[in-house]
């Protein structure tokens, strides 16, 4: 069975840095590509970053471009989420979630989030 | 940026009765690269179709997806009390992998 299960998430100043982390478990991580996706309190989901299987291509949204870093440690089944910078608008619960392989940018399985809060 | 508009931002239906949810991308998209999600409140979000019209697995048959370029379609041929949640289009043929903004199907 998958299990994505994060961590990492607080309370955090502005220009404040946190770093989420994603503990795969059930799959081959190193076979998958994965993402971090949020959702701000009331709101839609956001796509934020993914990261290819062997960490060579990292995308992410414009909202996060040079602020935020995705990568993977695929010896500890690890996804990690760096997060410099922070804003007030990137207040908001972060998911981790898995590629369907057959289809490997939408996204089969998702760990119930870690919620980022920045406040003075 | 391609922005995926949702409609309608709510639908008020009964159990049994048949549903309709809209995607429309700003800019053709292909239709190996669109999917829906159903999230209900307090949960992860779950993918129900990708590639516009395949179901995820154990997803049921009451579910479809259907569309193309820019008008893309989620039909609930029959609502079951479970089916009240949430939807979610999403476009993945390059990034950013944008979310369309929802539709809350909610019972009437």
């Known amino acids: 069975e998958v299990q994505l299960l994060e961590s990492g998430g607080g309370s955090v100043q502005p220009g404040g840095s946190l770093r989420l982390s994603c503990a795969a478990s059930g799959f081959t991580f190193s076979a998958f590509p994965m993402a971090w996706v949020r959702q701000a309190p009331g709101k839609g989901l956001e796509w934020v970053s993914a990261?290819?299987?062997?960490?060579?291509?990292?995308p992410c949204a414009d909202s996060v471009q040079g602020r935020f870093t995705i990568s993977r440690d695929n010896s500890k089944n690890t996804l990690y989420l760096q997060m410099n910078s922070l804003r007030a608008e990137d207040t908001a619960l972060y998911y981790c979630a898995k590629a369907l392989m057959a289809a490997p940018r939408c996204y089969d399985s998702w760990g119930q989030g870690t919620l980022v809060t920045v406040s003075s | 940026e391609v922005v995926l508009t949702q409609s309608p931002g709510t639908l008020s239906l009964s159990p049994g009765e048949g549903a309709t949810l809209s995607c429309r991308p700003s800019q053709s998209v292909s239709s190996t690269s669109l999917a829906w999600y159903q999230q209900k409140p307090g949960q992860a979000p779950r993918l129900l179709i990708y590639?516009?019209?395949s179901r995820a697995t154990g997803i049921p048959d009451r579910f479809s997806g259907s569309g193309s370029g820019t008008d893309f379609t989620l039909t609930i041929s029959r609502l079951e009390p479970e089916d009240f949640a949430v939807y979610y289009c999403?476009?993945?043929?390059?990034?950013?992998?944008?979310f369309g903004q929802g539709t809350k199907v909610e019972i009437k």
């Open positions: 590639g516009t019209s």
């Open positions: 999403q476009r993945y043929d390059s990034s950013p992998r944008a």
């Open positions: 990261i290819s299987g062997d960490g060579s291509d990292t």
